[in-house]
């Protein structure tokens, strides 16, 4: 039968794992997220050129000038940190 000094140590040791366990996930999504943010800010930029290729852009403009007369430009919602 285990000590519970034993049992002390085994639950710290479990406890650690644990915890670097997190620490390792938390790292892991922060990569994602960063990760994601700059495909956002990568895709914003090279839209416009994209568009411009497929001649949209004009379309689209005469298109939004036309439906909302009196409506101000559309912003990105992406926040740089």
Request: charged share 35%.
């Amino acid at each position: 039968m285990l000590r519970v000094d034993e049992l002390t140590a085994a639950f710290k040791k479990k406890e650690q794992r644990i915890v670097r366990g997190k620490r390792r996930l938390a790292k892991k999504l922060d990569v994602f997220l960063t990760r994601s943010r700059d495909a956002v800010v990568n895709l914003e930029s090279e839209l416009p050129a994209v568009l411009q290729r497929l001649g949209l852009d004009r379309k689209l403009k005469e298109k939004a000038t036309a439906d909302c007369a009196g409506v101000g430009p559309v912003r990105s919602l992406h926040h740089s940190e």
